[in-house]
């Protein structure tokens, strides 16, 4: 800045300037050290100090006196000897020689006197950058050369004022930068809080941003994908495209929701603009893509218009027998009695499998919501399985069937809800019974395991068996082995049953095992009290 400044003083004497520059340039870290004291120091003023004084007070001008001199004295002899008719007497060409020589030396003097002036100047103008203002009445100056220094204390000045200026504004843009850096921090922060996958691109489709788990679905690492093309880090070009409508739609418009599948995963992607730059309404903007997971939500939609349907239709085969019994009835199409107590059976045993179908309904959905009311104490296994099969003991009977039970000592317990493990108990052996065919075997096996402390219960049996590609789905509502649904009748909710009140309420295992021809078996496995 100062050299800047100094180019224009140097025209002042431009040959003086050039070769006082040359002679002692201006050092750029330090302030050289100055070989006098300055006026008004109480130690005085040194000779070399004065000497500098007194030769940067006289000037150039004085130099005409001289001269002027000079010219009069060669007059002076010119007119003399062309009167006398003579040439110009040695005496008269001394003076105008020593008058000439004269103003030579001023002039001389005068040179110095400005170079050691400039010189000071330079030494002043180093040694202010150590000093708050420049010392101008010590400065042994010329009088041409005291605006020029004034002038350079106003621009020093007007420099310092800028700088403080400048150095204020750098503190300023320093807490603005150190808070749009935590601002940076927090965004990413909360970015990777976020369990869905979501992806930010800029106004040239390149990435900005993605948390972890857009990572791991488009298989790229963040740090190493930042400003890439979206097509080379996504390989599906239907959502590459999609995101590209997004960005190049105005912003009012550029917000919008789709449904995107990536392999057998359903997403909602919610695209919305970002501004690249200021304005309400900017031209060029990136987008944020947030891709939230919506197979669950659709498998769970699907299942729940299956699970009306099914039930629908369930519901409609016992109405369905009950309202046609009903309606011969009235139009008395049932004369004699025994024809009458059929019917009454028919509907009877409609009705029952309603209820049951009803019950079944509200028990899984209670356990499910878990509202269903639960009384767990410690009770005796083996009573609880004796009862179910006294209860399904008639039904085998008269079937031929062979119903064996293997129960171990009441002194076993398990600390559970009677009621349901006795529901599920009986609906084992139910299905059991249903599906064994007449002279088969059922046997109802329970086994302390002391090891684990768990009370493992069988049910086998040598029925129709259940094929491989069925077992997966067995405990699911409503399914039902197509080439047993000719052996009994069924609503399909009874083993889902069992499983909820097994595995969810009392914390057990249910597992089957089956062999078409052969026969299945079920094993629930309950921790003791």
């Keep these: 800045m100062i050299q800047s400044e100094l180019k224009p003083w140097s025209q002042v004497d431009e040959d003086d300037a050039a070769e006082s520059a040359a002679s002692s340039p201006l050092p750029r870290q330090s302030a050289p050290t100055p070989r006098f004291t300055t006026i008004g120091q109480k130690s005085g003023v040194s000779f070399d100090a004065g000497h500098r004084l007194s030769m940067a007070r006289i000037r150039s001008v004085w130099a005409v006196l001289p001269l002027t001199l000079a010219g009069v004295w060669l007059l002076v002899g010119l007119v003399r000897s062309g009167a006398d008719h003579s040439v110009l007497s040695r005496w008269s060409l001394a003076g105008v020689l020593v008058l000439l020589v004269a103003s030579g030396v001023i002039l001389v003097l005068a040179w110095l006197g400005r170079r050691s002036s400039l010189a000071r100047l330079r030494e002043e103008l180093a040694a202010n950058a150590r000093r708050s203002s420049l010392d101008l009445e010590s400065t042994p100056l010329g009088a041409e050369l005291k605006p020029l220094w004034e002038a350079v204390e106003r621009q020093t000045a007007e420099v310092s004022r800028q700088l403080e200026e400048l150095l204020a504004e750098r503190k300023e843009l320093g807490l603005e930068l150190s808070l749009i850096d935590v601002q940076k921090r927090q965004a990413e922060a909360i970015l990777r809080s976020i369990s869905d996958p979501v992806i930010v691109t800029d106004a040239y489709d390149q990435l900005v941003m993605a948390n972890p788990a857009a990572e791991e679905l488009f298989s790229f690492r963040c740090p190493d994908a930042y400003r890439q093309p979206i097509d080379q880090l996504i390989q599906d070009e239907k959502l590459v495209a999609t995101i590209r409508q997004a960005r190049e739609a105005d912003a009012r418009v550029a917000?919008?929701?789709?449904?995107?599948?990536?392999?057998?995963?359903?997403?909602?992607?919610?695209?919305?603009?970002?501004?690249?730059?200021?304005?309400?309404?900017?031209?060029?903007?990136?987008?944020?893509?947030?891709?939230?997971?919506?197979?669950?939500?659709?498998?769970?939609?699907?299942?729940?218009?299956?699970?009306?349907?099914?039930?629908?239709?369930?519901?409609?085969?016992?109405?369905?027998?009950?309202?046609?019994?009903?309606?011969?009835?009235?139009?008395?199409?049932?004369?004699?009695?025994?024809?009458?107590?059929?019917?009454?059976?028919?509907?009877?045993?409609?009705?029952?499998?309603?209820?049951?179908?009803?019950?079944?309904?509200?028990?899984?959905?209670?356990?499910?919501?878990?509202?269903?009311?639960?009384?767990?104490?410690?009770?005796?296994?083996?009573?609880?399985?004796?009862?179910?099969?006294?209860?399904?003991?008639?039904?085998?009977?008269?079937?031929?069937?062979?119903?064996?039970?293997?129960?171990?000592?009441?002194?076993?317990?398990?600390?559970?809800?009677?009621?349901?493990?006795?529901?599920?108990?009986?609906?084992?052996?139910?299905?059991?019974?249903?599906?064994?065919?007449?002279?088969?075997?059922?046997?109802?096996?329970?086994?302390?395991?002391?090891?684990?402390?768990?009370?493992?219960?069988?049910?086998?049996?040598?029925?129709?068996?259940?094929?491989?590609?069925?077992?997966?789905?067995?405990?699911?509502?409503?399914?039902?082995?197509?080439?047993?649904?000719?052996?009994?009748?069924?609503?399909?909710?009874?083993?889902?049953?069992?499983?909820?009140?097994?595995?969810?309420?009392?914390?057990?295992?249910?597992?089957?095992?089956?062999?078409?021809?052969?026969?299945?078996?079920?094993?629930?496995?309950l921790p003791l009290a």
């Design 255 to 525: 917000r919008r929701r789709t449904e995107h599948e990536i392999g057998e995963e359903v997403y909602a992607l919610t695209m919305s603009p970002v501004a690249s730059e200021p304005g309400p309404s900017p031209e060029n903007h990136g987008v944020v893509v947030i891709l939230r997971d919506v197979t669950k939500d659709r498998q769970a939609a699907r299942m729940k218009s299956e699970f009306v349907a099914q039930v629908a239709h369930e519901l409609r085969t016992p109405l369905s027998s009950i309202r046609a019994y009903v309606e011969m009835l009235v139009d008395g199409e049932a004369d004699d009695e025994k024809t009458r107590r059929e019917y009454y059976e028919i509907i009877q045993t409609s009705a029952e499998r309603l209820g049951r179908l009803i019950d079944n309904m509200l028990n899984i959905s209670r356990i499910e919501a878990g509202t269903v009311r639960i009384n767990k104490e410690a009770i005796s296994i083996a009573v609880v399985a004796k009862e179910a099969a006294d209860v399904m003991r008639p039904a085998a009977e008269e079937k031929g069937i062979t119903f064996n039970r293997e129960l171990p000592p009441v002194i076993y317990q398990v600390l559970a809800d009677r009621d349901l493990i006795y529901q599920a108990i009986l609906n084992l052996l139910s299905n059991a019974v249903k599906y064994t065919p007449n002279g088969g075997r059922i046997d109802l096996r329970m086994t302390p395991q002391e090891e684990n402390r768990t009370m493992r219960i069988e049910v086998s049996d040598t029925g129709a068996g259940i094929p491989k590609e069925d077992l997966p789905r067995m405990f699911e509502k409503f399914f039902r082995v197509e080439q047993n649904k000719q052996m009994a009748k069924g609503t399909g909710l009874g083993l889902n049953l069992v499983k909820q009140i097994v595995e969810v309420v009392h914390g057990g295992e249910l597992t089957l095992a089956s062999e078409v021809g052969k026969g299945s078996t079920f094993t629930m496995i």
